[in-house]
């Protein structure tokens, strides 16, 4: 479809034609389209902006990553198909490794969504052939790559399943979660909770890497000084005012 540039909608009408070409192609899973419009919505709520309380956590999940010894960023079809190329150059600013991890999960779209990332770099992406399992996560749901997500310390999720969320955290790991619903499971349970637009927040995160990389007091500061129950309440006063 051809969408005229002046329409008032023209780079949301754009994304949805993106992502309807995707899930023709296989890469993005048909609820993909039902998740994307869930988070437009919103994202009406935040003016389709990034809102002060956001901006904290994206600096603070750069720190955090940075903090990290063993941070993975994980992929799904959502993720990849908006934001892949932001998804690889975050993974080589950190340095951290990328997985591909499906809550629709089938061998043919993690090796699609592999080969989509891994035509932005050199970077090997993990998730193809995945034999591990995160505890208390029933198949294929639970299925990991033994050295990503398994032996990670961080994770970095977005659009990301309630359960698969709180089964990362119930291991120990810190999970950073982007996600435009800031009431979802997800970004109540999460350590570091973003509520932004994927392909809004991830520059953002690189940004901060490189402003932290080069100074750990600083990072560490930065981890110490942020609580994420505090920037949530935050968050929903900033939606409460702005109504
Ligand atoms: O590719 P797969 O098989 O792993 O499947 C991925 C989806 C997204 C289909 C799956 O994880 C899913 O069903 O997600 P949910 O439970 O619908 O959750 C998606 C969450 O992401 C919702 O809370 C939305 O508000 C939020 N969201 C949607 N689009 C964006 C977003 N958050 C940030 N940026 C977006 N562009």
Avoid: W
């Avoid at 061998?107 to 080969?115: D, G, H, L, P």
């Avoid at 790991?173 to 350590?191: E, F, G």
């Amino acid at each position: 479809m051809k969408i005229p540039k002046d329409h008032p909608r023209y780079r949301s009408l754009v994304t949805r034609e993106k992502l309807v070409e995707a899930y023709k192609q296989g890469v993005l899973a048909p609820e993909g389209l039902i998740a994307h419009g869930r988070g437009e919505s919103f994202d009406y709520l935040l003016g389709e902006k990034t809102v002060p309380p956001a901006e904290k956590a994206e600096r603070a999940s750069a720190a955090m990553l940075l903090n990290s010894k063993r941070p993975v960023l994980s992929v799904n079809g959502n993720v990849a198909v908006l934001a892949g190329e932001s998804i690889i150059r975050l993974a080589e600013a950190v340095p951290c490794k990328v997985e591909v991890n499906l809550f629709h999960r089938t061998e043919e779209r993690i090796s699609k969504i592999a080969e989509l990332l891994e035509a932005f770099s050199d970077m090997p992406v993990l998730g193809r052939n995945a034999t591990a399992r995160i505890p208390d996560l029933d198949q294929p749901r639970g299925i990991c790559d033994q050295k990503g997500i398994f032996s990670a310390d961080t994770v970095l999720v977005a659009l990301e399943d309630g359960d698969r969320t709180e089964a990362l955290v119930r291991t120990g790991k810190d999970v950073i979660a982007i996600d435009l619903n800031p009431l979802c499971r997800t970004s109540q349970k999460a350590t570091i909770t973003i509520v932004d637009e994927v392909t809004r927040a991830l520059p953002r995160i690189i940004y901060h890497v490189e402003e932290l990389k080069e100074n750990p007091k600083l990072t560490q500061e930065t981890i110490c000084s942020f609580d994420n129950s505090e920037n949530l309440q935050e968050l929903m006063e900033y939606i409460r005012n702005s109504l």
